[in-house]
């Protein structure tokens, strides 16, 4: 197994096990390393340390059960493996910038409006992100309160009615490479899927001034597929010096949801290996099967 499946494998361990008491010890056991070796490797391929990650998931399924539920806040503390109420209550004050009886008088009314809220009314309704694809009108995106992996909110994009399983569309950003030039970039984050039939993954592209590839990738030889919980995926490509814009995003082929959260765009170094797709592989030296008898 890669260091990368090790580690999507341990998240899917801890997803699994949130409402349980799990350990760093337990969960290095699982991915066969020790936990001072396991602890570096998380830290240096999701960015934060493994207890940090469990508690900053416990914090949002807390933030969901205010919501969506009448527990009583002491009870929901101890749910979410917190020793005391009032560590419970500093922690999510840290987190979402009020305490959690706030919380919920503020926002609890609000849930059934903002599930799901994706429209087509405006140019885009996320953000900073458009949609587009082979048939952008057959999918929507738009931004969920109610499927979260950390904070208050995550973006999705949804097939609404996909004609044909070869029909996707992506949900994206394009912006210059000036800034990225000559140095290898990670394009990195949260993904939960429901339904998807065909695939569905993270993507990256550099392009030069002719808008010729440089570098690709899109997780076609990964594919995630079905129903699947919260993961962590990525994307390394270096951006050569003739490079002149980068794009990235989330994409969807055929019927299915996908909710993206927690990106991340920064630089890795050189003992991160690239998962740049090799183009010219599809290239051949010759023409072939011209008599089409193959």
């Not at 570098?215 to 597929?225: A, E, G, L, S």
């Amino acid at each position: 197994m890669t260091i990368r499946s090790i580690i999507q494998e341990s998240i899917r361990y801890m997803e699994e096990r949130l409402e349980e008491d799990i350990t760093l010890e337990q969960i290095a056991a699982h991915a066969g390393f020790s936990p001072y070796h396991f602890h570096r490797l998380f830290r240096r391929e999701i960015g934060m340390n493994v207890a940090d990650y469990v508690r900053s998931r416990r914090l949002c399924m807390a933030s969901r059960l205010l919501l969506y539920s009448d527990m009583p806040i002491i009870d929901l503390a101890f749910h979410c493996y917190f020793e005391s109420q009032e560590a419970f209550t500093r922690a999510f004050k840290k987190t979402y910038g009020m305490p959690p009886g706030r919380y919920r008088k503020m926002f609890a009314s609000m849930t059934h409006a903002a599930k799901g809220e994706g429209t087509m009314n405006t140019e885009s309704p996320v953000k900073g992100w458009f949609l587009s694809g082979s048939h952008p009108h057959q999918y929507e995106i738009g931004i969920d309160r109610s499927y979260v992996h950390q904070g208050n909110a995550s973006g999705y994009i949804k097939a609404v009615t996909p004609e044909s399983p070869e029909a996707f569309a992506t949900m994206m950003q394009q912006f210059k490479a000036n800034r990225y030039i000559g140095k290898r970039m990670r394009f990195s984050g949260f993904v939960k899927t429901r339904g998807v039939e065909q695939f569905c993954g993270l993507w990256m592209r550099v392009d030069n001034n002719a808008q010729d590839v440089l570098r690709f990738d899109n997780m076609h030889n990964r594919k995630i597929t079905g129903d699947t919980n919260w993961n962590h995926y990525a994307i390394v490509l270096d951006i050569p010096d003739n490079s002149a814009t980068i794009s990235f995003g989330v994409l969807l082929m055929g019927p299915g949801q996908a909710w993206v959260d927690g990106f991340r765009f920064e630089e890795v170094d050189d003992s991160v290996p690239t998962t740049n797709m090799e183009l010219d592989d599809l290239e051949r030296d010759e023409p072939y099967n011209l008599s089409f008898e193959e």
